[in-house]
């Protein structure tokens, strides 16, 4: 028997839109943050959206997906449900389609895989109008003419070689552009020079065999990827031959904040009181607030510790060195086959080398750079004192009053509104904000208050009112 087919919940937007004719919203990215505004502009029937992903299809984090690994928020966090429960792009939605309801209601897992959370994007993104996979965005440059943006791309092949350009114009973008992996200086040449696997972490999963196969593995890094990364080695490598260094800046294995208090630090109350503390005092909060994000979670640290364990049970230790509080001065190759790390022990104030026949860099992300991207809105772009781009409350880039439409961002604004930014559960609560300040209506009602902690002494207005209506497309296309 087939299973339900996928909601088909109308209206779809805009079948006629002609090619040169305005949108009301261009989307740049289709990760989280963008497919969940998609996601919930579908219902609203009334905007003409379109949003572009250079990739060829959906996929989160994919060099990532290693088994067993799950996110690290409940499912509830999903791209629309904290803003709408009753979206028929919820999680649960999609179990029902899938017609496993029943499973996860008695499997009692609130925080899901990995592979299921990236299965369930993908559903809605196979599942929703308007997205277009293959189209990497160049350029977006404000015409004051036509009171519009212009947003140029190139249409790639499934090889992502350019086959076609193509420009389209919009009286709004939001830009979900997301992060890239980072790599500290001292290791990038390592990366360049072909031989030994020298990877980051965000290509793991397709050079597994190799690592699996190396004589000695080294992952530098003690956060969350470098943290499944040693897991799954550990657990797939002989006992007693484990041969695996485990290193990083960090003085401990720290563990990731989740007490119950803690975790009010991703609500939009938070949020609220972040956005209003002077640039200073922000720049100073989130530097001492690393271990809400940069931490291990406790599930994987216990997980390390059993397999440790586990290959303890037969006499010896297994041969696996964890060292935190070291910093990898310089890299060099040995030979062709071998890399050489120079490391560092501040507190100890020693130094050593490391000969290894692999490296794995679990050594973070960073936002991607709108500059590159924006450079034609650059005239008009409003920056705070270290040249960041200024976001208002609203998530809307601060521009010259001359600009008549407005840049939003999702999750390039951890300077302005704190170590939410990127975290999965305010994605459909900050989509909901973006629509609400587009549409110049409360096109999705929120809660006024979201923590029982009072963040400050003095209080500020708890929802932004939704601001004067932009003019938008009509429901009825009367271009045709
Ligand atoms: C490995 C990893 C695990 C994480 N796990 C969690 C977790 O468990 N829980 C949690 O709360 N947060 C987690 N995060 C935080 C992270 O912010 C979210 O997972 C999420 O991916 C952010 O979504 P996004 O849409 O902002 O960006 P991304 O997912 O990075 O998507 C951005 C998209 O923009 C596209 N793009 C970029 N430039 C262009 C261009 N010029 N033209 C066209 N397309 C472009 C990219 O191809 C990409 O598809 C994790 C982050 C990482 C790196």
Redesign the pocket.
Known sequence: MNPPPTPDPTPTPHPHHEPDAPRDLVG???????LSLAALAHPLGDLDTAF????PAFG??TG?LIEGAT???PFL?DLVTLADPTSPWTFLNYLRSRERLFPFYFAERSHIQRAEYDAYCRWVSESLPGLHFG???DAVRWDPERDLFEVDFTQLDTDGEAEALGRTYTRNVVL????EPHIPDPLKPLVEAPGVPVLHAADYLDHRAALLAAEHVTVVGIGQ?GAEIFLDLLRNRPAGREKLHWLGRTEAFAPMEYSKLGLEHFTPDHTRYFHALPETARDRLIAGQWQLHKGIDAATIAAIHDELYRRTLHGGWPDAVLTPGVRVRTAGRVATTKVELHLEHARQDSRSRLTTDAVVLATG?RE?PLDR?LAGLDPYMRRDSQDRPRVDEEYRLVLDPSVTGTAYV??AETHTHGVGA????LVAWRGAIILNSLTGREAYTLPRRTAFTTFGLTQRRQVPPPREAPALTPLVDDRR
């Not at 740049?28 to 963008?34: D, H, R, V, Y």
């Not at 979900?176 to 992060?179: E, L, R, S």
């Open positions: 740049i990215g289709i990760g989280p943050a963008n572009y992903d250079q990739r989160w984090h990532l996110i690290q928020v966090a189209h990497q965005v979900g552009i997301g992060t990827s992300y991607r991207l999702q999750n990127p975290d999965l559960g």
